[in-house]
Nanobody, 120 residues
């Protein structure tokens, strides 16, 4: 299983970006998919998560500005980021808990980071 993230870049404060992360490989089901971020000198933190029943959760710092969604058919999760602030600058990592077969336990997978830079 691989997670391929895309959509990072540089944007001015107040701007928007949309991140995508597609899971590929042998997948039986996905329990949840989410996004974490890590800024230089800081710990990795949860940004947003969406479960298999479309329950979502967000970090307080992004509530009202970011929206997570998913395309079940494509095994893809999206993060729409609006009203971006310099404090949102970080490497963003996709995470998913995936079951590869009905008789196998779930496991966490991580994608490579995609850089988001918010600067004027």
């Amino acid at each position: 299983v691989q997670l391929q993230a895309s959509g990072g870049g540089q944007v001015q404060p107040g701007g928007s970006l949309r991140l995508s992360c597609a899971a590929s490989g042998t997948i039986f089901s996905i329990n949840y998919m989410g996004w974490y971020r890590q800024a230089p000198g800081k710990q990795r933190e949860l940004v947003a998560i969406i479960t298999s029943v479309d329950r979502t959760d967000y970090a307080d710092s992004v509530k009202g500005r970011f929206a997570i969604s998913r395309d079940i058919a494509k095994n893809t999760v999206y993060l729409q980021m609006n009203s971006l602030e310099p404090e949102d600058t970080a490497a963003y990592y996709c995470n998913a808990q995936i079951i590869r077969a009905w008789d196998r336990p779930s496991r966490d997978y991580w994608g490579r980071g995609t850089q988001v830079t918010v600067s004027s």
